[in-house]
């Protein structure tokens, strides 16, 4: 395989986990709003993995990219549509709007989730202030030791 195919390939494996990484936001979402923390949870699980699975797959495309460069004596600046001028390929100008709209999305969702994260940590804050207003009162804030008087 040629080092522009296996370049397509790997952009085609990065949009497949970009898209799982969207699904799993989603999923996400859905269980913030429920309040569902075991969920989050194991779905954040999820994601790091999907995230690390990405990162592999990141740095793979960059050395194929760098390689592709030196093997046709280009610059090592070499972008997806650098590429697809050079090969005369579409594929790579389809690919790269695909990944960026998945981006674009994830950025979105992320921030949503974002927003649902810092409201629950409000509200858990302010049923926590709730509920030690009533016990502040019967807990003494004195601390010390207690003598007795001898007659």
């Known amino acids: ?28 979402r859905v269980c913030l709003v429920d309040f569902d923390a075991e969920k989050v949870e194991e779905i ?12 592999l797959l990141e740095e793979e ?3 194929l990219i760098k390689k592709f ?10 972008n997806l549509e650098k590429m697809a001028k050079h090969t005369g390929d ?11 709209s998945l981006l674009q999305s994830i950025d979105e969702m992320n921030k949503f ?3 649902l994260i810092d409201r629950s940590i409000r509200y858990i804050r302010t049923t926590t202030n709730f509920f030690n207003s ?15 008087k001898e007659t």
């Open 90 to 100: 579409t594929a790579f100008s389809v690919l790269r709007s695909q990944m960026l």
């Open 61 to 63: 495309r960059v050395r």
């Open 113 to 115: 989730n974002s927003i």
């Open 69 to 78: 460069a030196e093997d046709n004596s280009l610059s090592f600046n070499l």
């Open 134 to 148: 009533f016990t502040a009162q019967h807990i003494p804030q004195t601390t010390g030791v207690l003598l007795s």
């Open 1 to 28: 395989m040629t080092c522009d195919r296996a370049v397509i390939s790997i952009l085609k494996e990065q949009i497949s986990a970009y898209k799982i990484l969207l699904d799993l936001l989603k999923k996400e």
């Open 44 to 55: 954040s699980k999820e994601k790091d993995t999907v995230v690390m699975r990405l990162r």
